[in-house]
């Protein structure tokens, strides 16, 4: 909610959009995420109202996701919803005027197309920010359900791509299949990162002194901790510091976790970000190696760009590889061999980080919010007009 919805609307506020947010959330029963839900609603609202943004909840009846995966459960709540989401966008925007429903999943663009049909005679344009596609994930997520589900969730995934107005994809792969498999293109925009104050700039020279190795956000089930300790272990003359949980596997490394607001400082004190994926013996099934390899292009290596910082990645991770390889921004690492693509002479000298920092900067600049921001901006323009 925070980096890839609330930030995102924030920043098209300052473009000067008029942005609400339909906010769709289960009723739960549980008094402890009751708590937690309405500390975190707290947090949004704060933060909508700060930024002029209305926020409104559209409260979904209590059902666990994966029944949300067959098409009837879908039809009874999410319809439910729409009329309510409907109301609330009626409230908030002249409809006569130019609206843009841009939704960031696939049950988000369901319950988007259903509001835009309940408007009739209003022209309502739907934006499908897909970030992924099936069925890799879910079925990895919910593996009998998910394999039992794949032809009607890839029949669901064409009818919302025919359906929807513009779609987009951080990951080449997945934009490339997509065009095979349905004929339909979908424009790829990067997962954005943190913007650039006029007067930023890369100590790089505390970057080296401190030689700090970093690893954002949650480990398990896409990042394994073993095979980020091996690859922090395999760097000479540098120190791990996680902004993550601590683990006994991090025993070693200094773990703190670090509140979203002040992660550009964190990654602007690190040498380079480590991304390290799963090893092939964790790539349990088929969807595991699929979502790596073809899939996958993660939030924290945007972030991380987008501060001038370089990535050591795993070869495993293949789209995210190439980029490291093509734009020589970073390092990738080979978890079968145990080696990197540098020699160890390269990797322990400062010239080769501090080229590779500088790459960062350059490409890193595509991965800012502004930046990111604008590309939506471009392609919902010079699609229909809208402002």
């Not at 970030?131 to 394999?147: D, T, Y």
Request: aromatic share 10%; proline share 6%; net charge positive.
């Amino acid at each position: 909610m925070a980096s890839q919805v609330l930030e995102t609307a924030i920043a098209l506020r300052r473009e000067g959009v008029l942005v609400s947010w339909i906010a769709g959330i289960p009723v739960t029963l549980n008094p402890a995420a009751i708590r937690k839900r309405n500390a975190d609603l707290k947090q949004v609202k704060r933060r909508c109202a700060e930024s002029s943004i209305p926020l409104s909840i559209v409260w979904l009846p209590p059902a666990p996701r994966t029944l949300l995966l067959l098409p009837v459960f879908r039809r009874l709540f999410l319809g439910a919803a729409a009329g309510s989401a409907y109301k609330s966008l009626r409230h908030e925007h002249d409809l006569s005027a130019p609206v843009i429903l841009h939704a960031r999943s696939y049950f988000a663009t369901d319950l988007a197309l259903r509001i835009r049909n309940a408007a009739k005679n209003h022209k309502i344009p739907v934006s499908f920010d897909m970030r992924s596609i099936f069925p890799e994930e879910v079925a990895m997520q919910k593996p009998l359900l998910g394999r039992l589900l794949f032809a009607s969730l890839k029949e669901w995934e064409l009818k919302l791509l025919e359906d929807s107005d513009y779609a987009f994809l951080p990951v080449q792969f997945a934009a490339d299949r997509i065009r095979q498999e349905s004929g339909i293109t979908v424009d790829l925009i990067r997962i954005q990162g943190f913007d650039r104050d006029p007067d930023w700039t890369v100590d790089f020279d505390r970057r080296w002194q401190r030689r700090a190795l970093g690893f954002s956000g949650s480990v398990e089930p896409w990042h394994s901790p073993a095979l980020l300790a091996e690859i922090c272990r395999a760097i000479p003359d540098t120190v791990g510091h996680f902004a993550t949980a601590a683990r006994p596997q991090f025993a070693e490394f200094s773990c703190e976790t670090w509140p979203y607001s002040e992660m550009h400082a964190y990654y602007d004190g690190l040498l380079a970000l480590i991304v390290p994926g799963l090893s092939r013996s964790e790539q349990r099934s088929y969807f595991h190696r699929f979502q790596l390899r073809c899939n996958l292009f993660s939030t924290k290596a945007s972030e991380a760009l987008s501060r001038g910082v370089p990535l050591i990645v795993s070869n495993e991770l293949a789209e995210l590889a190439d980029f490291v390889r093509e734009h020589k921004c970073g390092f990738v690492y080979d978890p079968i061999k145990k080696t990197f693509n540098v020699s160890a002479k390269e990797l322990a000298a400062r010239p080769a980080w501090e080229a590779a920092t500088q790459q960062a900067i350059e490409v890193g600049a595509a991965f800012t919010r502004r930046t990111v921001m604008q590309s939506y901006l471009h392609c919902w323009n010079g699609g229909a007009g809208q402002s």
